[in-house]
C-alpha cells in the first residue's frame, strides 16, 4: 500500500473541488495522464471507490497491474478519472467474463 502525502491528498481534492465547479480536465492533461485499461470498480462497497486496472505511463509504477486511490470524480463520456493521486485516461472497462 502506498501512503500519500498530505501535499498530494491537499492537490487532489482541490483538483476535485475545480472539476466541481467545472474546470475540467483539458486535452493537454489528459494526454499526459497515464491509461488505465481493463478496469472495474473496487472497494465502492466499503465506501472507497477505487479502480483497478491495467495501467500505462504511469509516472511511479510504469506499466502493469495497480489500484488507484480514491476516485474522487469521473466523466464516462469524456473517459476520465480523477483519483487522489492524479488523472486517468480511461480505456475499456473488463468485460464480463474477462
Do not use: N
Request: charged share 20%; glycine share 8%; net charge neutral.
Amino acid at each position: 500500500m502506498v501512503h500519500l502525502s498530505r501535499e498530494t491528498v491537499r492537490e487532489g481534492l482541490q483538483a476535485a473541488l475545480a472539476i466541481r465547479t467545472g474546470k475540467l480536465p483539458t486535452q493537454a492533461e489528459l494526454e499526459a495522464a497515464p491509461q488505465i485499461s481493463q478496469w472495474a470498480w473496487t472497494d465502492a462497497e466499503a465506501g472507497v471507490p477505487r479502480l483497478f486496472g491495467w495501467v500505462e505511463g504511469h509516472p511511479e509504477l510504469g506499466t502493469g497491474w495497480c489500484t488507484t486511490s480514491v476516485v474522487l470524480a469521473m466523466d464516462m463520456e469524456r473517459r476520465w478519472a480523477r483519483t487522489v493521486s492524479r488523472l486517468y485516461r480511461l480505456a475499456e472497462p473488463l468485460s464480463p467474463g474477462k
